[in-house]
């Protein structure tokens, strides 16, 4: 059973950063493509990021472009997402979640099959 769990959440000032962590079980972090998405209040929940099999593809939306860093670690079996010069507009409930297949980018946002719980993330002074 696959289970994901995001920490990190918390309130932080604009300009201010914080990192995310996505702790996976049941299934090798490395494995499937991995995403972090978001969802404001009173808007559609919106893919932000996305880490595919290979490592070394990632996409990232263009409002996070630049700021935010996904990345993984196989030995804690962890996703995160690094994200600096934080604005209000980032404010947002954010998930992890772990796609049916390896591949990710700006035309895969569909079939991401297990989730986490959330974590809510506030940029406000």
């Known amino acids: 059973q696959v289970q994901l769990a995001e920490y990190g959440g918390e309130l932080v000032p604009p300009g201010g950063s914080l990192r995310l962590s996505c702790v996976v079980s049941g299934v090798s972090v490395d494995y499937y493509a991995m995403a972090w998405f978001r969802q404001a209040p009173g808007k559609e929940r919106e893919g932000i990021s996305c880490i595919g099999r290979s490592a070394s593809r990632t996409y990232y939306i263009d409002s996070v472009k630049g700021r935010f860093t996904i990345s993984r670690d196989k030995a804690t079996n962890t996703m995160y997402l690094q994200m600096d010069n934080l604005k209000p507009e980032d404010t947002a409930v954010y998930y992890c979640?772990?796609?049916?297949?390896?591949?990710?980018?700006?035309?895969?946002?569909?079939?991401?099959?297990?989730w986490g719980q959330g974590t809510q993330v506030t940029v406000s002074s």
């Open positions: 979640a772990k796609r049916k297949f390896y591949l990710c980018g700006e035309q895969y946002w569909e079939d991401y099959d297990d």
